[in-house]
């Protein structure tokens, strides 16, 4: 456990190794600390010596609790709070004391003969009880036990005077000034030669009390962590349903179901970011209206996970009713906004919407803070110039324009979102547009919107990026 001395410092990484060395000098010293127990011959009548083995038992568990701590602390657990609480706690930790830091170890002998009670002054400070008081009994040692811990030291106490067998266990004590410590206490009986019975106990209590509170810290975290992580799990793979049901893999022709002709040959994808947890409100999509016409849409909600696509497939799905309802793009964008901004969870959104007429083949087109569409046309491309939109949801009641472009065959309409170019690369707007409009020669060399989506993908990278983003492709046939 970390010295109450540096408290007051920031935490800093071990050294590579040094852990590992600590592991290594720690082990070293507990065998060094074991060998001499071991060695340690003790007639019952030493009392320093038994004092002397009580306190080598008690190093060797201390340098068994120090090896687990560095053990965990190499395979990288968090940080344990100073003051971190443990459940059923019923006293907040004290503060740093000369008492409570120095005073770690402490011994008691325990007379059946003569009733006489002796304790060192370590445990009198342990128990937070003055020396005037006198040293606890047996039994009035039990008074000041946690209820529940009561039977355990009435079942080691007999077992001691009773069986002869040793003591080893840990209680909890509610000390005279209200503070609740806990303590380690290991003993033995004394055996009267004359007769083979118990004549006293001995023991030695040790105050553990920082040391389980460091312990249930560290397992309230981890168990913390666990439970983040099965929650960020359950999250992405809702968020992974959501996107999977919303944006299926799809290409292929929107034929006018009125007219016959003008077909619009679409393909779209969407690529992922570095980070595959960050699923973000990245969308696109491709409709047949009733009235002839064919929409087409990209856009993106602020945010990642399960809120962000939940967000998204509302807004698809608005989207989608509002154009097959015959409402033009320029006051669709203003019902988005106000969709956005009354929503449950408001978020900030850019988005492009076109509606394409085949028989005219003009596109109608309106956009909120998003990318204009690019057009190639005869291996050239070029951004069209937006007409008025800001961000969905940035302000209330804002009145989105939109613009028309007459389309000619073979013309490569290109929709994306933000966040296409790599890491690395670039990641502003415009970096992302002039590297598209650089595939204008491969656009016109090929066959259909797949060909020139796989161009976009081979230009890019299907990963690296920083957030996902979304492309669009709509080829005008003849």
């Known amino acids: 456990m970390p010295s109450h001395l540096f408290a007051d410092r920031p935490a800093q990484p071990p050294r590579p190794g040094s852990v590992d ?85 402490g011994s008691a002998e325990w007379n059946l003969v003569t009733d006489e009670v002796r304790w060192s002054d370590e445990l009198f400070l342990i128990f937070g009880r003055s020396p005037d008081a006198g040293p606890l009994s047996l039994d009035e040692l039990g008074s000041t036990l946690f209820a529940e811990d009561q039977p355990l030291l009435t079942a080691m106490v007999t077992a001691c005077l009773v069986d002869g067998k040793p003591i080893d ?32 106990m001995w023991a030695v209590l040790r105050d553990v009390s920082d040391l389980r509170r460091s312990e249930r810290a560290v397992r309230e975290s981890r168990d913390s962590l666990q439970l983040q992580r099965q929650i960020a ?134 956009q909120a803070g998003h990318p204009p569409p690019l057009l190639f046309r005869g291996g050239r491309g070029r951004a069209l110039r937006p007409p008025e939109g800001i961000l969905l949801g940035a302000t209330s009641g804002a009145a989105y ?18 966040g296409l170019t790599p890491r690395g690369i670039g990641f502003g707007r415009a970096d992302g547009a002039e590297r598209l409009l650089t595939l204008a020669p491969r656009f016109a060399r090929a066959r259909s919107a797949q060909d020139c989506v796989r161009a976009v993908i081979e230009e890019f990278g299907e990963t690296g990026r920083e957030d996902d983003a979304c492309v669009l492709v709509a080829r005008v046939g003849d």
């Not at 324009?401 to 933000?418: F, I, N």
């Open 21 to 105: 060395a600590l592991i290594s000098q720690t082990r070293r010293l507990r065998g060094d600390v074991d060998a001499v127990r071991r060695d340690t011959v003790v007639d019952d009548d030493d009392a320093q010596g038994r004092w002397q083995r009580a306190l080598c038992d008690l190093a060797v568990h201390q340098l068994d609790d120090l090896d687990e701590h560095l053990g965990q602390l190499k395979e990288g657990l968090p940080a344990v709070p100073a003051q971190a609480p443990g459940p059923g706690s019923f006293q907040p930790a004290p503060e740093p004391t000369a008492d409570n830091q120095q005073t770690r170890v």
């Open 233 to 366: 799990q359950t999250e992405h793979r809702l968020a992974v349903e959501i996107q999977e049901a919303v944006l299926p893999p799809w290409g292929g022709p929107l034929h006018s179901q009125r007219t016959g002709s003008g077909a619009l040959d679409v393909a779209a994808h969407y690529l992922p970011s570095a980070t595959s947890a960050l699923i973000g409100g990245d969308w696109y999509d491709a409709l047949e209206l009733p009235d002839g016409r064919s929409m087409l849409t990209v856009g993106d909600l602020t945010g990642h996970g399960v809120t962000a696509t939940s967000g998204m497939a509302m807004m698809l799905g608005a989207l989608r009713g509002m154009a097959m309802a015959g409402i033009a793009p320029g006051p669709l964008m203003g019902w988005l906004n106000q969709l956005v901004e009354t929503s449950v969870q408001p978020a900030l959104g850019s988005a492009v919407c076109c509606s394409y007429d085949p028989a005219e083949r003009v596109l109608t087109w309106a």
């Open 169 to 200: 266990g840990e209680f909890r004590i509610v000390r005279a000034d209200g503070r609740v410590r806990t303590l380690h206490m290991r003993g033995e009986p004394v055996m009267d030669d004359s007769d083979g019975c118990t004549a006293s």
């Open 401 to 418: 324009g939109q613009r028309e472009e007459r389309l000619e065959a073979g013309d490569v309409l290109v929709l994306h979102t933000d």
